[in-house]
C-alpha cells in the first residue's frame, strides 16, 4: 500500500512539476503536445494525418511545430504562419529535419479556404518500422489565445472547396508559401534550389539571374587551336557536318540545348574555339587572295 501511495505522489508531483515549468501566455500554455503512445501500421498505415488546425474564428494562425517518432528517429521543426487564409502572406519554413535512416515524415500540406473558414494543417507519415513506438507533436508560441491548435493525428482529409499546397519536407532547409511550394530549399546532399525543390547542380535557379558580374573558372581554354600541330578541319568536312547535323561540329544541337541547357564556361570556350579556327580561315584565305593578287600583276 505504501509503494502504491508512492508512485502515486511521484506521478502527481511530475504533473504539477511539468504545468508549473511551462510557461503561459494569457492563461494559455506556450507548449502543448499530442501524442500517439504506440503507432501502429496496421491501424495506421502510411498516409496523410491532420495535426493542427486554426479556426476561422482566429484566422491568424502562426507558430512552431515540432514532429517526433521513436522508431527512426526523425525529428521535423517547421514554423507555419497564415493570416486570414492569404495565400500569398502565408510562409511555411523547415529549420531542422533529422532521422536515424529513413525519415517519417516526407511531406506537410495546408489546407485552406476563404478568408474566414477553418484551415488544417497535415503531414505525410510514412512509418518505417512496425514496432509501436511513440509519435509526438509538439507545438511552441502560439501566442495569441486563438491559433493553431493541435489535433491528435487523424486521418487527413480535404474538404469539399478547400485549397491544398504540399511542400516536400526531406531538407535540410526550405522556405515557401501557399502560390509557391518550395521557394528556396538546400537539399540533404548540399544542392540548392530557387524556384525548384529539385535541384540537380550545386545552385539550381528556376527563373532569371541578375547580377553585377559573374565569374567563371574554366580549364582547357582553346589556345591550342594557335598551335602548329592542331588539325584543323577543313571548309569542306565543316560544310559536309553542317548538311548532316544541322549544327557546328563541336556545339550542341538546339534539340541539346532545350533538353539539358549549356554550362556557359564550357559553351564559352567552344565558341572561342570556333572564332579561332575562323580567324586562321581568315588569315589563310588572305594569303590566297595575296598570292592571287601578286599572280595577276
Do not use: C
Amino acid at each position: 500500500m505504501k509503494k502504491t501511495l508512492f508512485y502515486l505522489l511521484f506521478f502527481f508531483t511530475g504533473i504539477a512539476t511539468y504545468a508549473q515549468n511551462t510557461p503561459t501566455f494569457n492563461g494559455k500554455q506556450l507548449i502543448n503536445v499530442t501524442t500517439i503512445p504506440g503507432w501502429d501500421v496496421a491501424q495506421r498505415p502510411p498516409g496523410w494525418y491532420r495535426i493542427a488546425m486554426s479556426t476561422g474564428t482566429s484566422s491568424r494562425a502562426n507558430a512552431t511545430f515540432e514532429l517526433r517518432d521513436n522508431s527512426q528517429h526523425s525529428t521535423l521543426r517547421f514554423e507555419v504562419g497564415s493570416s486570414y487564409n492569404y495565400a500569398i502572406g502565408s510562409s511555411l519554413t523547415v529549420t531542422s529535419h533529422s532521422y536515424y535512416s529513413l525519415p517519417a515524415f516526407l511531406k506537410l500540406r495546408l489546407i485552406t479556404s476563404s478568408a474566414y473558414s477553418d484551415s488544417y494543417l497535415e503531414v505525410y507519415v510514412k512509418p518505417n518500422i512496425n514496432n509501436n513506438q511513440a509519435f509526438n507533436a509538439y507545438i511552441f508560441n502560439p501566442l495569441s489565445v486563438s491559433d493553431w491548435q493541435l489535433i491528435n493525428w487523424t486521418p487527413g482529409e480535404v474538404p469539399s472547396g478547400y485549397n491544398v499546397v504540399e511542400f516536400d519536407v526531406d531538407k535540410l532547409f526550405s522556405v515557401g508559401n501557399i502560390p509557391n511550394s518550395n521557394i528556396f530549399a538546400v537539399n540533404r546532399n548540399g544542392y540548392v534550389g530557387i524556384g525548384t525543390d529539385t535541384p540537380r547542380e550545386r545552385l539550381s535557379v528556376n527563373g532569371n539571374i541578375r547580377a553585377k558580374e559573374l565569374k567563371i573558372e574554366a580549364a582547357n581554354w582553346p589556345d591550342y587551336v594557335f598551335e602548329k600541330d592542331y588539325q584543323l578541319p577543313t571548309l569542306e568536312q565543316t560544310e559536309k557536318h553542317i548538311q548532316e547535323k544541322g549544327h557546328l561540329p563541336g556545339i550542341p544541337s538546339a534539340a541539346e540545348v532545350k533538353a539539358e541547357g549549356i554550362e556557359v564556361g564550357d559553351m564559352n570556350a567552344k565558341l572561342l574555339k570556333k572564332i579561332e579556327e575562323l580567324t586562321l580561315y581568315l588569315i589563310e584565305l588572305k594569303k590566297e587572295v595575296k598570292e592571287l593578287k601578286a599572280k595577276s600583276n
